[in-house]
């Protein structure tokens, strides 16, 4: 479960910042790690959670739809688990 959220939050990240660079750092973890997490959990939902160009990341369509819901469920629980 706690991966899970792991991921969820690692996708949140990346939708926000535009940018695996900046979310990496902004999570404390390599842009090659996170980029592997976001893989694994596309593969996991069988669905494309992110756009990517050689300029930007963003959600597709599908995801878009439910990004204020996925984002304002990490922000609370990222002020919850926060150290």
Known sequence: MQQNF???LAF???A?????????AQLGVSQSALSHTIRSLEAK???R??????RSVAPPTLASACWPR???AST???R????
């Open 70 to 72: 996925w984002r304002r």
């Open 16 to 24: 926000r910042e535009g940018s695996f660079t900046r979310a990496a």
């Open 45 to 47: 939902l069988g669905i």
């Open 49 to 54: 959670l992110l756009t990517r160009t050689t």
């Open 80 to 83: 919850k688990w926060r150290p």
């Open 76 to 78: 609370r629980s990222w």
């Open 6 to 8: 792991n991921d969820l």
């Open 12 to 14: 949140v990240a990346v």
